[in-house]
């Protein structure tokens, strides 16, 4: 049972590259959402989801795009770039939204110079 | 403003040394409060969710109990594989989508 699982674990981008982090699950929940995780702060909520073909802002959205096509997969877009997003992004899903326990991916290290 | 904070920051004990975690947390109203363990270069995993004061679940050597301010892991006899970094992580009423609030995290190292 893979549970959740993102592609790549680490990339290395420059300033006004794009790239396209990809999260998928296996447990067919309906809830999915991208957090990343600084230093000396919490996780924090870039985008999620309530089911196939939706998507919503979270707490920082902003440099951001989603989308969900397929249920079990749910895409993080970075369009340009910006040091400031270097972090690292963990994609979790749950079953019945966040008052339920969410399972997380691994992770993906970016950093972007 | 919601908010969580956990103290201590690092913790550091001796195999069988019990002590407990602390999670302050303000919000106008809670719909449940999450205790996450994660490992170095690991996602987070689930531990326990408490929605009201007075709950308390227990697992293997971990027990989280709730009041209306804050919550405590307590850690019974650890071990050197229960080091890691324990996050607490509320679910506000308050907020209108699908929103937890993570604390910074107390980072344990059991040692031999």
């Known amino acids: 049972n893979a549970g959740v699982t993102q592609t790549p674990k680490f990339r290395v981008l420059k300033t006004g590259q794009s790239m396209t982090l990809l999260c998928a699950q296996d447990?067919?929940?309906?809830?999915m959402y991208w957090y990343r995780q600084d230093p000396g702060m919490g996780l924090r909520l870039i985008h999620y989801?309530?089911?196939?073909?939706?998507?919503a802002k979270g707490e920082v959205p902003d440099g951001y795009n989603v989308s969900r096509l397929k249920k079990q997969n749910f895409l993080l877009g970075l369009e340009s770039a910006a040091p400031s997003q270097t972090s690292v992004y963990f994609c979790a899903s749950s079953p019945w939204g966040s008052d339920t326990e969410a399972f997380f991916g691994q992770g993906t290290r970016l950093t972007v110079v | 403003e919601d908010q969580v904070t956990q103290s201590p920051e690092a913790l550091r004990l001796q195999e069988g040394e019990s002590s407990s975690l602390n999670c302050s947390y303000t919000v106008s109203g809670l719909r449940g409060l999450f205790w996450y363990r994660q490992d170095p270069g690991k996602g987070p995993e689930f531990l326990f969710t408490l929605y009201s004061a007075g709950e308390e679940k227990e697992k293997e050597r971990l027990k989280a109990t709730l009041t209306k301010k804050e919550s405590f892991l307590h850690i019974t006899a650890p071990k050197p594989e229960d080091s890691a970094t324990y996050l607490c992580a509320v679910h506000p009423t308050d907020t209108g989508f699908q929103k937890l609030v993570f604390g910074t995290g107390t980072r344990l190292l059991v040692s031999p």
């Open positions: 989801s309530v089911g196939e073909g939706t998507t």
């Open positions: 447990m067919n929940h309906e809830y």
